[in-house]
């Protein structure tokens, strides 16, 4: 009890001993002292720090304020602080809680309590101050510790360590407050506080006055780094801002006066300089804010825009550079300083720039307005800019267009100084490396002198050791090596004698080795001269001089020069292989950047770059004069195997070619360059950029420099006149031969005319070229120019027919025909026909001007290339007149390429060019190639011309094809692309065009039309004239028929085939005449009146009943009879039909239905077949053969019942019947506004494009200017064209860049030409790829690209293979292979297909580049484009629809998306949406219809489809996906990998499978969540569990009220498991309405069960027995309960999460209503509820009714009512009667009884006095402990006044009663 008693009042004491102040004020500060003890803590605590030997807290031995008594109730865990918060407070206490409470308990024994421990006035007790991060500690340590008071954990009780300390009941009296973190507080985490733990700043100037503060320095979170300890110094006031200091010196921080730098140091006085940019200290900046970097690259297209595809600026040791973007263009790359200026100053730098001239540079920005352009190209440039006081933004910005880059391509800057960031600098700056300030005061430092480094600190610099050395600007000495032949050069005298010369050797400056074998050679006095270069002679002076003009020398030792013969030229040229002499040759400069030998220096026998710091630059600048078109020739060695370096050469200001070293072995360089007549300027510069410790064998050598055409020189040789061109003997130039005349080949020197029907149409061409065939001279020589005799031209088709064509018709003037795209190729063309003169920007020469020629193919580079400008005309007579067409060859266009043509092996050379005729002088021809080396052979008039002479000159040029195809019904066309593509794949440069025209067709006459007779009526019969072809094949001519003609002229059961009739005067089959058809022995019903002629429409309910109508029937449109069924009610189309012997039917259709809705044929009520749930288009032909002779019934029905605004359509085309009658005495007119040109046919057709119904046999072609699609009545007219008339294509890849082109629409509906103009954009690739030396790469299996690497994925992520189609990155453009009838058609992977059904303006889908459309349709149309792809991974299908271009969306259009045979939800709105579907792995196929109604007339509709993505692919990009919700990735190469049963992942990008928690289950892969069990079922594992089990037995709590109306409580009980024993019940009930069910009510039924035709495992299957289809219809059970008033009716058995397919999104499931009926064993079969049927089908959910007494519960007591018989002799009868229906009602029973009563009365008057026993005592026991507890209150408020740990009462004497000592 004493003990007791003691440890509460110790715990008292504390609660007054330290309470916690609730300020923030800093306890003043004193040296190391103690805070002074309390008189009875003398024994526990110094006065002042002591060594002492501490039991605990040793820590603190050698300097403490607690003595050994304290730290040794520390380690027995009996002090005051553990009594109190620790002992009987806290249980489970982990090591780091023990450790922070004994932390807590020594704070006393710190040598520093002083300053966060103070005693106070109170009676007992201290101030203590806690830091805030020490309670954090604290409560994170100690979380998981039991507070025995409320049984939870500290984390649970208190959500931060400030709770803790000031909330906690035990902790309250102790540390009611937390104060912020600072170091006057306790944390025995942190060090003590030295001088190196705070700082000084200045404040802000108020009144040019500041202060100088300073400040504890804290963490990255604000943390104190500190406890205790030293002192803050005091601050510095009311100091003056404006102190400015003068360069050299600088204001130490809180100083008044401006002191000069020591020596090494500088300083500009108040400002800042960078000079040296250290990439691993990244971008510079000052303290205060004033100066800050920044750098990025941005897009200028894009508004513009921060890209990720180019770089910024760059640090680079001796400078900055504006990064690398040699393969981006139209970027910008900024450099950006914010910089604050407290007085007006300068900004200066040095910089320079290498990059194309005139379109990319440097631009410096002082502001929104000031901006100077930085020209600084070779050396580095000053450049220095005012700027006044206050807040600017410096840019630095290096800008590039849109083509090209040269050079560098960069801009560099090595030094930069801003004056006026503050008005003194606070330090001074270290020198940096390779300089040195000797004195004090220094703005600068000098760099040492050659072989002196600077010393340390560097104050002065030090010689070098003999064997080192070191170049200017250098840090660090470098050993010399030995020297080699390497080190020293010879150096030659000029010729002072005939022949002789001196020769000495020196070492090459500077000398940077050591000579210790004397390797240099000895003098050599008296040698050969060096011989002469070609061009120039040995002179009377013993010196080389250059030849005369027109003469010519090999050189040598030659003492003359020669005449050059005729026809050759004496160019003359300079040649530089020796550099002797102290001066540059006139015209030569150099110089050099951060070097010691002023630039390139001169060796005998070559140049170099010379040496310098680490970081150098040199150039080599030649100024040349050309007389005539010449070249530049140089040979150099790049030798930097070590370093970074470049060397490049500039001709003018374009680079010619940059090299690179990076570290590669030496490079060879040379460079020859073609240079035009005039002044020009040759540069050539090295930079070392990036070197190695050891450098000095980095340079460029150059051998040799020649420059041929030069206006000062010698000839070294005769060049011989250009083809085309001639010269006298001696001349120093050539001349060309002008058009119509040409070089004579005999070698004269002149110029020679063209025989006839030759020409030369330029200048210089060295041979004539022969006339095409249909074109000539006229008879004239000397021609320039071919006639084509007005284009037009005669040939045979036979013999006795002889056709003409005129082609002026398609000939333009104004414009060419194009541009007319290649999709195979990728290129753009221009051509024109019979003439050569345009007048627009078409075809264009490199220079701009207009090219002279018939066809041009457009360049990326805006230019074209000239593919024939000789033209020549062929015909070749077709077998069928549908196949006439003409042939205009264009030869002799541009020459092509060395590395494009290559001739055949088997190719003849008169084969050589195309349509090479002639009709004039053969003779002639053979004359003028007499004295060529031409073999020259005839055959029917055609001249073949074969030699390699002329195969060099003429045969590798380009040539073109235009062949005109006759088409009556294309106007006059547009040329356009084969199928293969324009360019011969097979035979390069040679070009192939189609065009279908009515030109293409011959002028008509006599021979086009022929006449026939109509049939015998009433004795007369008319001869009637037709054109041959209808309609007729000719054009312009005779155009009219001859007038019919009447002549005087007697049926037979005869069976004619199609297109026949039975000519009512022969009696025989005659070909039905245009304008008709006839089926022969059957009808066709394809134009649907509202008379139905033949048929009848009618409605079946469910129940087999007729009615006449109803909704959605079939009713007739035109061109379909269609059903647009919405009811339960089945359509039905009926036809009876005689057929008078076997024949057959066929019938068209196109189907829009899913789900259980099927579309069935029959045939005298026998189902033939039936389509159900499946998408069906265009003109399916069903075929029903060998149908017997009698009279049929057929019947087509269609029985769809949703109405969910989805489409369900029935259409059907047409209906063919054979073999129903004989042949007809006529043919049947073509309905509406069709047509037929031909005899003899079975049907007719609309007017294709661009032609409109004139009569039943002719369409007339749309005039100039209109247009018609297929089927229009009416040509229109075209609206003017604008930019929406045309797609945007693009272009191959070169040089980052791709050029745009615009193709027109086709069908093109406009008129004129606003083609927009082609654009130069960035390189795109499609998703998973990358631009790689301007192809579209992606990365290895398994890895994605970003930021320039092939990545692995990360966990949670996967890399998929990706397709992109559609878009406007490359290969993404779709080819359509063909043009399909059948949907499902297969043709490959990604082979895209299209097709159209209907009244089409187009044969399908327009594929037009970025993006495709449904084509423009004029009435009924479906089209459709599809392609199949197979998935190697789970993915996802990507598209934008774009459903409002052109239309609103209303009912009569529509465009439906299916994955395979599963329409997918596409919501209608008028406006482009993106969707996205998830797509299983495996082989799918993905289909687009847009399909509209007959109401919907222009044409104007269309659908838009782009950005096609599809994930999972079998190829294609690598892409990086987050795994969705239901998968897992451990990433790296690891796919997307599904979560198996049982486990689920909850979210997205997850990197494990979660199993199931207990209760909860997950049946298949892929789950995002996991299911509860329903109720009355349990999982059937603990955790991860894949399915729920039931014992079918069920359990409900309810209440029942007993006689006296008091509720009482009741569990009623259900048990299913005899119904289990029972096999798979199965009902037909719905099989009339497609739909059968079987089920299994307690066990699912297994995949092996017979019954089973799910085979999965399910309680319910549901089957559609017209597709032998099964779908699970619920495989998870719950036990529903009836509401408390039903509640022993029965219950429900619900069975969900059946199959989703053809639910839209819902899954199936089916609800069983168990109905209590005794009596019914085991069960009355189960029956669908019919009342709940139609809204119930439509969600999914299929509602049964089943009777049995196993619905009812079993009973108990309060159901059952007993009723006891009469004692008769002893024994009476028991019997039971239940109240409710229910089993186990017990069976009655006899028991024995007697005739006593019991007093219950008595009885109740007994217990009631037990009661009140029991009571009392209670209520005593009360008493007592509440006596007891105030006595120990009294006790402890005894203890608390004493002041002592316990009090102890003396003993009583017993007898007395008084106190006993």
Known sequence: MTRHRSAMMGAHWLALLIVAIVCFETVGRTNAACVTPRPADSSLFFTTPQNATLEACQGYSSNTCCRPAWTAQVAAGNDSIHTAVVTGVLTNMSTSCAKLYDDLACLFCSPNTNEFIKRINAPVGYEVLLCHSFCV???????????????????????????????????????????????????????????????????????????????????????????????????????????ACQPGQYLPPGASACVPCEPGTFSIGGGVRYEHWNATQGWPSKEDGSITFSTYCQDTRVNPAVSKNCSGWELQGEYVSSGDNYANHNIESVLEVDAMLVEAANVSFYARVDSEVGYDGLRFELSATEKHTITARGEFKYFSYRLPKGPHTLRWVYYKDSIRSSGEDRAYISSLEIDGTSFADDSCTTCPPGTYAPDEGQSECVLCDFNQIPDSPPTSCKACDPDQYAIPGTAVCLPREICTEEDYEAEYSECRAPGVRDLTYQWIPPQICIDTNNIKPADQIGIPCEPCVPGQYRGSNFKCQYCPDGRTSNGGEAASCTPCPANTEAVKSQIHETFIGSEWPTGWETGCDHCDTNGFRRHYHSLDSGDGAALFFSWLSINQSFYTDGQFSLQATLECPNSDCNFAVWIDDTVTGIWFSQGKADQQINVTQPIPAGQHTFYIDFSRWNPSESHNATRVVIHSIQMVGTTEGGAANCRACPPGAISAEGSTSCNVCGPGTFPDP??????????????????????CIPCGNGTSTNGRVGASECTTNGCVFTADLTPDWPVTFN?????????????????????????????????????????????DTFACQITAQHASKDLGRIMSFAYIPPQNLEEERVILSYSYGKQCEQDTWSRSEEEEPSNTYIGLRTGGDIQAIKEFYETAPVTITEQEGEVSLSSSYLEQRFR???????????DPTAGLGYPQAPPEGIEDPFALCRYEFLWYSIYGCHICTENDYDYRYTACENGLRTKKYYWKFSPRRCVDGVTELPADVFEACSPSTVVCGDGEYISPKLGNCTTCPPGNFSIGSGERTEWWSQDLKGFTVYCETDKQVIKPTCSGSWVPEGRTITAKGNLIDTTVLQAERNFISEGSVTFDFSLFTEKEEPFTFLIDDKVIVSYNHTTILGHQVYVRASISKGTHVFKWKFSPFYSDNKPRIAMIWSILFRGTQYSEAFCTPCPGNTVQEQPGSANCHVCPRNSVYSSPTQCTTCADNTFALPGDTMCRTMAPCAADDYYQVYGTCQNGQRSTYWLPKQPKICSGDATPTPLQVACECPKGYYIQDDKCVTCPAGKYHENGRCLSAEPGAAVVKVREWLSSAADTEVTVTSIVRDTKRDSGDHVWDTGCTGDCGTEGWRIMGAYADSGPHYDTAISWLSFHSTLETDGEILFTIDVSTHHPVGPDISLEFYIDDMVMNVPRQPNAQHLSFVVKAGRHRFLWIHRQASQAINGDYVTRLSNVVLTGTTDGGMVKISCPAGYFSVGNTAPCTPCAPGYYAPTSRSTQCVPCP??????????????????????????????????????????????EGVSLPVTYHWDLTPLSKVPPLSSDAMEKLGMKFTMQLCDKMTPAQQANG?????????????????????????FDQNPPEKLTDGFMLTYSHGSSKDCEGRERRSIIEMKCRIGATPYTMFKLDYEHYESAARACEFRFIMETEYACPFCTDQDIKVIHSECVEGSREIKYETKIPCLGVPKSRTESCSNIEVNEFAILVIAGAVVAAFGVLIAMAIFFWNKKRQMAQKYDLLVAESGSNSVEMQDLDQETGTAVN
Not at 749 to 755: A, F, Q, S, Y
Not at 1660 to 1674: K, Q, R, S, T
């Open 1558 to 1603: 207990h209760g909860t289950f997950a049946a298949g892969e892929t789950s995002s969540e996991c299911l509860r069990c329903g109720t009355g079922t349990v999982p059937n594992k603990e955790e991860a569990a894949t399915t729920c089990l039931t014992t079918c037995k069920f359990d409900v709590n309810s209440t029942v009220k007993n006689a």
């Open 956 to 966: 590798p040029m380009r040539a073109t094809n235009v062949t005109i195809i006759c």
């Open 1654 to 1678: 799910c085979k999965q495992p399910t309680f319910v299957c549901e089957e559609e027995p017209a597709n032998h289809e099964f779908f699970p219809a619920g495989s998870l059970l719950s």
């Open 746 to 767: 005999s070698g004269t020197g002149r110029c020679k005319v063209c025989p006839v029907d030759t020409i030369t149409d330029r200048p210089g061409m060295e041979a």
């Open 137 to 243: 500690k604290l409560r994170d340590a100690c979380q998981d510790a039991i507070v025995l008071e409320t049984n939870r954990t500290v984390g649970e009780e208190y959500p931060d360590g400030k709770d803790l300390c000031m909330s906690a009941p035990w902790y309250t009296p102790f540390f009611p407050e937390v104060v912020s973190d600072h170091p006057e507080c306790f944390n025995p985490e942190i060090p003590e506080c030295t001088t190196a733990d705070y700082e000084g700043h200045y404040t802000v100037c108020v009144n040019n006055r500041r202060d100088y503060v300073y400040t504890w320095k804290v963490t990255e979170d604000g943390e104190p780094i500190c406890s205790g300890g030293v002192k803050l110094p005091p601050n510095k006031r009311n100091l003056p801002c404006d102190i």
């Open 807 to 851: 082609l002026s018709r398609l000939a333009r003037y104004d414009s060419m025909w194009g541009p007319i795209f290649d999709p195979v190729n990728r290129q753009s063309y221009f051509l024109n026909v019979c003439t050569r003169d345009h007048a627009n920007s078409t075809c264009r020469n490199t220079d701009g001007s207009i090219m």
